[in-house]
């Protein structure tokens, strides 16, 4: 269904282009007599229309699967150079390629090829368009050359309906055939006519419980693009699921699951951390200390040495920590226009150039900003799962004045790091690294203010 963006084939009834086809391989009735078209296709009868016809409207389906429970078809969709979808498909759908791309116009003739997507007209129901019950856009680089490939593609699955892994029970299973991420929607929230369900990334962990990317388990890659995991899934007959890599050929099979950053961090718990004599800044002169907050109120400047946040203050107070859970809330004080303002969570700390740190940003675009990092007497080394390598880490931390939750859980002995903001269950970034086995807390900034509140630390002092 692709073959270009003027491509109307997928819309020609008369055309087995862009569509899904319905078919009884044991009948006759088919114009070449080997095999049957069911009587009650959508299309049987229609003049001028294929009766192998069930749906239409698609540029490249890519893997479609029934849910055990309910009978209803899931089905992956590749977008052509924005939108990635996921559709339940009955019989007679119309998803819109090529007027359609997701739940965008597609303008075919747009003389600027990187401008074709536009809101959905007024009267668009008139059209009979099918869309997405969960979608995720491309996030190209802001130079990207929007002729070419962005490098995402998504691999549809299936609803586990299983039983050796209870926890993913309901939860329809894809993922991103390219970089090897593995998502999943809840089934009960995928509902067509509202909205697009809410899209999850799965963690993923060898046998022995250790943290893995596919592209770690899928090796080098296919010529030419290294990082290409070529990702699928399948299930038995029992229901369990499994992963393939294209990339190297191998199978994995589901056995279990467990939560990232969810070992035990220990029992020692210190509160009521705010006060001067509690912390230990690069440059006090830049600091307000008052009885419930911590509050950078100067910007930090550039200092001598590897790149790393320019001002900060180190938790004093208690000991150095083994694995720890931190929970406080933090304010960013910069104004919301400035769009690379940021505050940091400092971990791991054992000297002014041996570190690891948060970075909480408004701007999710640039290496620099809204990951996790290490300072390793070297300039900061992003070291988080969420950066796509090109243009995008994970959907920027803070974008307003407000105060917000933010958790971050270390656990030096599988190095896995996790930072939680708002109370969400999923992580809104994720690390795994061994380097810094203990250390301190602390909070700053790289040059912009903000303020810190209700600072709670539990672990295992070091």
Known sequence: ????????????????????????????????????????NPFVGQAGALGEIYAV???????????????????????????????????????????????????????NPCDRLFPL???????????????????????????????????GGFVYRGHAVPALRGKYVFGDL?????????????????????????????????PVRMRDLSG???????????????????GELYLVAKANGTIWKVTGTREFASGDVGDTTLRHTSGAANWAPVTPAKWQFTRDQV???????????????????VLTAGPAWSSVLLDARVRLDTPVEVSNRDVIIVFGWRSDTEFYYAHLSTDNTIYPHNGIFKVNNADRERIDHQWNGRSRGANPAI????????????????????????GHRD????????????GRVGFGSFDNVGRLRNLTVTGTPA
């Open 1 to 40: 269904g692709g073959l270009g963006v003027r491509n109307t084939d997928p819309q020609n009834l008369g055309l087995p282009h862009g569509k899904l086809l319905r078919i009884d391989p044991r009948g006759a009735n088919s114009a070449n007599g080997r095999y049957g078209i069911p009587a009650d």
């Open 57 to 111: 409207g698609f540029r490249d389906p890519h893997r479609f699967s029934w849910d055990r429970a309910t009978g209803r078809m899931y089905l992956g969709h590749i977008g052509e150079h924005a939108i990635e979808a996921i559709y339940e498909v009955r019989a007679g759908d119309n998803f819109g390629w090529s007027e359609r791309e997701g739940s965008f116009v597609f303008d075919k003739t747009a003389t």
């Open 121 to 155: 007209p007024a009267d668009d129901e008139r059209y009979g368009y099918t869309y997405p019950v969960a979608a995720y856009d491309h996030d190209p680089a802001a130079d990207w050359n929007c002729t070419a490939d962005v490098g995402v593609a998504v691999a």
């Open 178 to 210: 390219v970089d090897g991420r593995v998502l999943y929607t809840e089934a009960n929230e995928m509902r067509r006519g509202h909205g697009l369900a809410p899209i999850h990334q799965l963690a993923l962990f060898d046998a022995a419980g250790g």
């Open 220 to 238: 080098p890659g296919a010529p030419g693009d290294p990082n290409r995991v070529d990702l699928r899934f399948g299930t038995d007959a029992a």
């Open 295 to 313: 509050i950078l109120a100067e910007a930090g400047e550039s200092r001598p040495g590897p790149r790393r946040p320019f001002e900060y203050a």
């Open 399 to 422: 974008t307003d004045a407000d105060w917000h939750r933010v958790r971050l859980v270390h656990l030096p002995a599988t190095g896995e790091i996790a930072v939680y903001v708002d």
């Open 427 to 438: 992580p809104l970034l994720t690390a795994k690294d061994t380097t810094f086995g203990s």
